[in-house]
């Protein structure tokens, strides 16, 4: 029987241990607050009695922790025994720098370090299409890679330790400003009457950003930020009359504001008869 470790019993984590239940592992299962695993343990998780009592378990371990502050304390309680020979799939939010220095602490206990971020929410576990950030040593991957696909499928970007956190930083930033902005809106909606579930096509449509992305990415690569089809003065207008709706509406207008300033920015560096690409490089600068 294939057996294996996770340790933090989160949403995320507690998804995880359960996929490798469904899928006919010995699962074992460690977390700060033991009651966490209770159910997990009624289906025939083993609960182990400390960190490094669950390390010590199975040559894989999976790590589904807050940040790599949760992961440090944790790792701290566990005898350097328990590291030694083990894999760490580190699936813990956090910088690339962090991910680097933790994989370099852990080598120097004699554990291998597989850095990932996950692109799925935990329902998404286990499910077809779901897919994860990893980079690390090729070898241990491929070593674990049965396991690692219970989870998600895997997208593999290189030996460098960092670039899967890295990966889901952006991947991140891009999610939750979104999101911001689809929580923006339904507020200005839903101070018009129009219900979240009334709009809800509308910001699927809105959202699908596909035909934007696939066409400026080629630009922005090119170095072409040229004005033919946008211009960022164009924006400063369309933000306006945003901040405006949403003031009219009763709505705190501190989301579009930042847009705005961030458009008139651009507009003040120069580039008001440039396309809206050209922004990143005063996002670029920093202040």
Not at 27 to 52: C, F, I, M, Q, Y
Not at 86 to 111: F, Q
Not at 229 to 252: F, P, W
Request: proline share 4%; glycine share 12%.
């Amino acid at each position: 029987m294939e057996s294996v470790t996770v340790i933090g019993l989160g949403p995320m984590g507690h998804a995880m241990a359960a996929a490798y239940l469904d899928n006919g592992y010995e699962v074992t299962v460690w977390n700060r607050t033991a009651g966490r695993a209770d159910d997990l343990v009624a289906r025939g998780a083993k609960r182990a009695e400390s960190a490094g009592a669950a390390l010590a378990a199975n040559e894989l371990a999976v790590l589904s922790l807050t940040d790599y502050d949760a992961m440090d304390a944790i790792l701290a309680q566990a005898p350097e025994a328990a590291l030694a020979g083990r894999t760490l799939a580190n699936l813990t939010s956090d910088t690339p720098d962090r991910a680097r220095r933790a994989a370099a602490w852990l080598a120097e206990r004699g554990a291998v370090q597989i850095t990932g971020g996950v692109g799925v929410p935990p329902p998404g576990i286990g499910t077809p299409g779901a897919m994860t950030y990893y980079s690390g040593p090729k070898d241990a991957i491929e070593a674990h890679r049965a396991a690692l696909e219970v989870l998600t499928g895997i997208d593999y970007l290189g030996e460098d330790q960092g670039l899967a956190a890295l990966y889901y930083q952006i991947g991140i930033d891009m999610f939750w400003t979104a999101l911001a902005g689809y929580l923006h809106g339904q507020a200005v909606a839903e101070a018009n009457g129009i219900s979240a579930a009334d709009f809800l096509p509308r910001a699927v449509q809105t959202l699908d950003l596909r035909y934007f992305l696939e066409f400026y990415a080629p630009r922005i690569t090119a170095g072409n930020h040229e004005g033919d089809t946008d211009r960022i003065s164009m924006g400063v207008a369309s933000v306006e009359h945003v901040l405006k709706t949403t003031r009219a509406s009763g709505v705190d207008g501190s989301l579009p504001a930042a847009v705005l300033e961030l458009f008139r920015r651009g507009v003040a560096a120069g580039h008001g008869g440039d396309s809206l690409t050209s922004l990143i490089g005063v996002l670029r600068q920093q202040r």
